[in-house]
């Protein structure tokens, strides 16, 4: 089965078994068969789990998930521990404009077969982005007068519940992603945030792209008060919203491309509680400051 896809300016190819669960959830971005593809996706499914020579190099990067070079490309790999198996493998070309997933058919309570190859996507687009110029970015981000704001927080602290503050008390506004939009330079170098269809628990998300009026990093208070802030402390809570890079070469892109986006985006530290005053504060700052 070969689907096409365009998310986030890119436009993706996929040849894989049919999934059900992924056709649903990316149909809205589903496009007319292209010739060229700027990602070209390749997924297996398999009873028989991939293999990790024992005595190559990794590096943990996450619970149960490691990094390693498998015959010269970046790799990354996920063990289940009850299966006491590897039950996928992403690997990615020179360029991260090919991707192979290699999947097992999986049988494990740690895992959702449901949502597998969906989240094997969303993972591996974690790390192509940050090679074209961009961020999946943790946040819950709003359209609001045809520009977007993403909120910015650690997990807990109010995200989703700040965002629906602004949907029910701030004209103009709709949901764009609710967990991992996508921030990107465009062409011209102005910064564009986009829906993905990855979006978290509520799965609230919208197939558009608009410019990104502002960043806005979140912390609780028992008032509500905002203010900008310097770019070091920008780049700092920025990179905390990411999934860190798996090599000096992604390191590099990534640093030059945040740089970019901090110097062209303002950024807000909003301390605040979760009244609908708090939307209030930061509307104002945000448009009319």
Same mark, same amino acid.
């Given at each position: 089965?070969?689907?096409?896809?365009?998310?986030?300016?890119?436009?993706?190819?996929?040849?894989?078994?049919?999934?059900?669960?992924?056709?649903?959830?990316?149909? %809205?971005?589903?496009?007319?068969?292209?010739?060229? /593809?700027?990602?070209?996706?390749?997924?297996?499914?398999?009873?028989?789990? *991939?293999?990790? %020579?024992?005595?190559?190099?990794?590096?943990?990067?996450?619970?149960?998930?490691? $990094?390693?070079?498998?015959?010269?490309?970046? !790799?990354?790999?996920?063990?289940?521990?009850?299966?006491?198996?590897?039950?996928?493998?992403?690997?990615?070309?020179?360029?991260?404009? @090919?991707?192979?997933?290699? /999947?097992?058919?999986? =049988?494990? %309570?740690?895992?959702?077969? @449901?949502?597998?190859?969906?989240?094997?996507?969303?993972?591996?687009?974690? $790390?192509?982005?940050?090679?074209?110029?961009?961020?999946?970015?943790?946040?819950?981000?709003?359209?609001?007068?045809?520009?977007?704001?993403?909120?910015?927080?650690?997990?807990?602290?109010?995200?989703?519940?700040?965002?629906?503050?602004?949907? @029910? $008390?701030?004209?103009?506004?709709?949901?764009?992603?609710?967990?991992? *939009?996508?921030?990107?330079?465009?062409?011209?170098?102005?910064? =564009?945030?986009?829906?993905?269809?990855?979006?978290?628990?509520?799965?609230?998300?919208?197939?558009?792209?608009?410019?990104?009026?502002?960043?806005?990093? +979140?912390?609780?208070? &028992?008032?509500?008060?905002?203010?900008?802030?310097?770019?070091?402390? /920008? +780049? @700092?809570?920025? =990179?905390?919203?990411?999934?860190?890079?798996?090599? *000096?070469?992604?390191?590099?892109?990534?640093? =030059?491309?945040?740089?970019?986006?901090?110097?062209?985006?303002? !950024?807000?530290?909003?301390?605040?509680?979760?009244? *609908? &005053?708090?939307?209030?504060?930061? $509307? &104002?700052?945000?448009?009319?400051?």
């Amino acid at each position: 089965m070969i689907k096409y896809y365009y998310i986030a300016g890119l436009s993706m190819v996929f040849n894989m078994m049919p999934d059900d669960y992924f056709e649903s959830i990316l149909s %809205p971005y589903s496009i007319t068969p292209i010739s060229k /593809a700027d990602l070209n996706f390749e997924i297996i499914k398999s009873d028989i789990a *991939p293999i990790i %020579p024992s005595n190559i190099q990794k590096r943990t990067i996450g619970q149960n998930k490691y $990094y390693c070079n498998l015959d010269g490309n970046d !790799t990354v790999f996920y063990f289940d521990t009850i299966l006491n198996k590897v039950i996928a493998l992403l690997t990615f070309s020179e360029d991260y404009s @090919k991707i192979t997933i290699k /999947a097992l058919n999986i =049988y494990s %309570p740690n895992v959702s077969s @449901k949502y597998f190859i969906f989240n094997l996507v969303g993972y591996a687009l974690h $790390y192509i982005i940050q090679m074209k110029g961009g961020f999946v970015f943790h946040s819950s981000s709003i359209c609001c007068q045809k520009q977007g704001i993403a909120f910015s927080a650690k997990s807990g602290t109010g995200k989703t519940t700040h965002t629906s503050l602004w949907l @029910k $008390y701030i004209p103009d506004c709709l949901m764009l992603n609710d967990d991992t *939009p996508i921030i990107k330079l465009n062409d011209n170098g102005e910064v =564009y945030i986009y829906g993905t269809p990855w979006a978290g628990t509520t799965g609230r998300h919208t197939n558009f792209s608009i410019p990104l009026k502002a960043l806005v990093f +979140i912390e609780r208070n &028992e008032t509500n008060s905002i203010q900008s802030i310097n770019s070091d402390i /920008a +780049i @700092k809570r920025f =990179y905390e919203g990411i999934t860190p890079p798996l090599t *000096p070469a992604m390191l590099s892109s990534s640093l =030059y491309t945040m740089d970019r986006i901090i110097s062209y985006v303002p !950024t807000y530290l909003l301390s605040c509680n979760m009244q *609908p &005053e708090a939307a209030k504060v930061a $509307y &104002e700052a945000i448009f009319n400051g």
